[in-house]
């Protein structure tokens, strides 16, 4: 099981984001990735974000490379995610 796949749920853990989740929707080269949160559900705007700002989860989406923010909130509906995605985490920064 890669940490870093499309689809998956992770913690953002710096920023101003720090301790919500988002989710993997692309994976740019070995340093970065594209997530998610959707904003309108998390808090956490589409962009760009290396990878050892996040802590991966065991949970998995279902989603296509690339998938928009509708189809985002969509799978994380019928994957009944959006309790888990919506609580925000307490996460330690070094």
């Known amino acids: 099981m890669p940490a870093i ?7 953002k853990s710096s920023g101003k984001e720090n301790g919500r989740k988002c989710v993997i929707v692309d994976i740019i080269d070995q340093s970065f990735v ?3 949160g959707p904003k309108n559900i998390t ?6 974000v290396n990878i050892k ?4 989860t065991e949970h998995k989406l279902n989603i ?12 994380l509906q ?3 995610f959006l ?3 919506k609580k925000v985490e307490k ?3 070094a």
């Open 5 to 11: 796949e499309i689809g998956r749920i992770c913690i």
């Open 34 to 36: 594209l997530v998610t």
């Open 43 to 48: 808090g956490v705007k589409r962009r760009r």
């Open 53 to 56: 700002h996040l802590i991966p």
């Open 64 to 75: 296509n490379k690339g998938a928009s923010d509708e189809e985002v909130a969509k799978a």
């Open 78 to 80: 019928e994957q009944n």
């Open 83 to 85: 309790d888990f995605v």
């Open 91 to 93: 996460t330690i920064t």
